[in-house]
């Protein structure tokens, strides 16, 4: 029986090892230079690809940035967002936060298929879409930064943990604060990376309530929203988040709140006699210093992994598994 015992347990460790060498995940470290041999040619082809999409339509650098945000916060940067659905599959893609609301998936496709014209079966997804988002950034004026590689893609995706773990437009302070905790992401990260919200655009229905009901809200801005978005229809009416630079990533966005000029409820939260005050307020006077804490908070979101013992792979089309 002791001897069964043993043999089983050396066994159940074989398997494990083989089980990890077979593909599941290990915590990996990312580096800047996982492709520098295998494929070298890689942040160029993402940087074209990236220039075209965002000279044909600037806000698709703010989609862009989106859809890595929506891909970390659900089990980590896998590519997971770019799976679609199918008849026996259901995805992420249509879960409350992205349902009619997620774009940019043509633009991803159009890149993977330059990258793997150049390396086939080497570079993944995830990989793709955070250089792609670092491009949409830089392309509209913000920063630039050097970004570890190495991600795999996700067999599968999650819909429920994709409407569990991104943040509503209705959202408090405290939660917005404990769902940027539970990714391990500090209050200053979650102010930083919210000043992603000085580009792109939100549909009507996620600030109607904010500019008819709310007070905290500048006045002239207010009825300036109204103006394309009323009472009741044009749920799907766009308005740029940013009312000074739509389409430049500075550090308006923080101008903003400090007027009360910002779109959503949750965006004002971050200005409305909380925590986060004298952090918006010097974001708001000193461009450089939200640059350096975007960029901080950007790798160590990037740096979110599926867990340990996930399937993964280098999918071959980012809308499905291989
Ligand atoms: C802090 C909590 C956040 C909430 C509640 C939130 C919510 C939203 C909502 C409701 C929209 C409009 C979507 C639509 O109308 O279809 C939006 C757009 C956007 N979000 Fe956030 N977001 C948050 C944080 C972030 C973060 C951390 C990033 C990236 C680092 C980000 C990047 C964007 C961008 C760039 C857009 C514009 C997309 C476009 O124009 O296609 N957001 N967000
Ligand atoms: C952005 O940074 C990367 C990594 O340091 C560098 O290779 C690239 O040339 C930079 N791009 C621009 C446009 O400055
Ligand atoms: C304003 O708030 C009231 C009470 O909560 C709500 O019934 C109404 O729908 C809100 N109006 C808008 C335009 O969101
Ligand atoms: C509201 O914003 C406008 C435009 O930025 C500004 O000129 C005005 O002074 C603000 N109103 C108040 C009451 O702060």
């Known amino acids: ?36 041999t295998s494929c070298p040619n890689l942040a160029p082809i993402v940087r074209l690809g990236m220039t075209s999409a965002v000279q044909t339509e600037r806000r698709m650098g703010a989609s862009i940035l989106r859809l890595f945000f929506h891909d970390c916060f659900v089990n980590g940067c896998d590519g997971s967002i770019l799976l679609d659905d199918t008849s026996t599959f259901i995805g ?22 330059q990258v793997e014209a150049a390396c086939r079966a080497t570079v993944s997804c995830a990989d793709i879409l955070a250089l792609a988002a670092r491009d949409g950034v830089n392309l509209l004026g913000g920063p630039n930064w050097s970004v570890p590689l190495g991600r795999k893609d996700s067999r599968t995706a999650s819909q ?44 009507c229905q ?19 929203r109204q103006g394309t978005c009323p009472r009741s229809g044009g749920n799907t009416n766009l308005a740029p ?17 400090v007027g009360q000029r910002g779109l959503l409820h949750s965006d004002q939260e971050l200005f409305n006699g909380g925590s986060q005050n004298a952090l918006v307020q010097q ?27 996930t399937q993964t792979e280098v999918r071959l089309n980012c809308r499905r598994p291989n």
């Open 1 to 36: 029986m002791a001897a069964f015992t043993t043999r089983s347990a050396a066994f159940l460790g074989l398997a494990v090892v083989l089980c990890v060498l077979a593909g599941a995940a290990r915590a990996q470290q990312l580096s800047p230079n996982f492709y520098s």
């Open 92 to 113: 992420e893609k249509n879960a409350g936060p992205n349902a009619n609301s997620a774009r940019g998936f043509e633009v991803i496709d159009a890149i993977k298929t």
């Open 160 to 203: 429920s943990a994709a409407s569990a773990n991104l943040p509503g437009p209705g959202s408090s302070l405290a939660t917005l604060i404990t769902m940027f905790g539970n990714k391990n992401l500090s209050p200053r990260d979650m102010t930083a990376l919210s000043g992603a919200h000085t580009i792109g655009r939100s549909q």
């Open 206 to 224: 996620f600030f109607r309530n904010r500019i008819y009901n709310e007070t905290n809200i500048n006045a002239s801005f207010a009825t300036l």
């Open 241 to 257: 988040f940013d009312v000074q630079t739509a389409d430049g990533f500075d550090n308006a966005y923080y101008q903003n709140l």
């Open 283 to 309: 974001y708001s006077n000193s461009p450089s210093q939200f640059s350096a804490d975007f960029v901080t908070a950007m790798l160590k979101m990037g740096g979110l992994l599926p867990s340990s013992g």
